[in-house]
């Protein structure tokens, strides 16, 4: 099969991180709605993705037959069940497996459903739903045109890396997780910015848009965290006694331990058994 030609997907656990992929697909043009089809067992929750033209099912079987692309979007303790009931609708030379399961390798995948089916691992984050997903990729067994038709598919909704499989507990932590973490940061300055005067709507959208500053800096400009900080602390300045009270009170370090605690829990979400 021409997977180039591949246009219906099934989205198997249409939850938090399955509609915002599912978002961002319909809103990139490369996946209209009505080539998506979402399953969760509770159907009436997707009723309002019905309206918007997306398909929408309870039964993962008949979804998984009719779907080119098949995202598995469960949670790891769901897993099993899942994959036990759509093993025997898997065709090796029609579907492509993509996972976004935090902590389940691909060759766990293969050993459930068929040893011989392709399997690629994908971990984006909720930014997908406005296609600013920093999405990790480890490739698996798949083909070289398949390896470029998923790349294609996450950097239309982002921007993509490939990772070494062991590596991917590490980017659910720092890529995916992260985005909660980034989000506290800025919830924790728009505080900040009540505490010295704002009100909370006024300091949110102020904290908001200066990390959002921040970050491009960084990417626009390709430059370093610390070079930039160069630029912002003045010499018996306020940004300096700012920044060290925060380091004072553990800040680079809470988030350092917060991304290894978050790396070590992704490895252990998943029984096989
Ligand atoms: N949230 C995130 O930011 C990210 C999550 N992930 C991974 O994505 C997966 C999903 O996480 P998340 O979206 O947060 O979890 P959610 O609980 O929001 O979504 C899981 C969905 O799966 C559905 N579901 C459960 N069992 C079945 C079944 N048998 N058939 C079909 N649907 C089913 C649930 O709905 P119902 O109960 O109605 O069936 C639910 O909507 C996890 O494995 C997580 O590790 C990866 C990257 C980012
Ligand atoms: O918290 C979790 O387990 C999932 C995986 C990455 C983001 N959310």
């Known amino acids: 099969m021409d997977f180039k030609k591949s246009n219906q997907i099934a989205i198997l656990g249409s939850g938090n991180i399955g509609l915002s992929l599912a978002k961002g697909l319909a809103q990139s043009g490369l996946y209209p709605a009505s080539s998506i089809t979402l399953t969760r067992r509770n159907i009436e929750a997707l009723d309002e993705y ?8 309870a039964d993962n079987v008949s979804a998984s037959a009719q779907a080119d692309i098949i995202v598995l979007a469960v ?4 897993l099993n069940q899942v994959l036990d009931q759509i093993a025997g609708q898997i065709d090796v030379s029609k579907h492509l497996i993509i996972s976004v ?35 990790c990729i480890s490739v698996g ?8 038709l998923v790349k294609n598919i996450f950097n239309t909704v982002g921007i993509c890396v490939v990772i070494n499989e062991e590596l991917m507990t590490s980017a659910t932590a720092l890529c995916a997780c992260g985005i909660a973490f980034f989000l506290r940061s800025i919830r924790a300055a728009s505080q900040g910015g009540v505490e010295v005067g704002f009100h909370a709507g006024e300091a ?4 908001a848009q200066t990390a ?3 970050a ?16 912002v602390t003045s010499p018996k300045g306020c940004t300096i006694a700012g920044l060290n009270e925060m380091e ?3 800040f680079s370090s809470a988030m350092i331990k917060g991304i290894k605690l978050s790396a070590q829990k992704a490895g252990e979400l998943y029984d096989k058994d």
């Not at 067994?141 to 470029?148: F, G, K, L, M």
């Not at 949110?204 to 904290?207: D, Q, R």
């Not at 491009?216 to 630029?231: F, M, T, Y």
């Open 75 to 78: 949670l790891p303790q769901q």
């Open 141 to 148: 067994n798949a083909s070289q045109e398949n390896i470029e």
């Open 204 to 207: 949110l959208k102020m904290a």
């Open 248 to 250: 004072h009170n553990g």
């Open 101 to 135: 399961i935090s902590g389940v390798s691909c060759e766990d995948i293969r050993n459930r459903l068929k040893k011989d089916v392709q399997v690629v691992r994908v971990m984006p984050n909720t930014a997908i739903a406005i296609k600013q997903s920093m999405t």
């Open 50 to 57: 019905k309206f918007q033209g997306f398909q929408v099912s």
């Open 212 to 214: 959002k500053g921040a």
């Open 216 to 231: 491009d800096l960084l990417l626009q400009l390709a430059s370093h965290p610390e070079h930039e900080i160069d630029k």
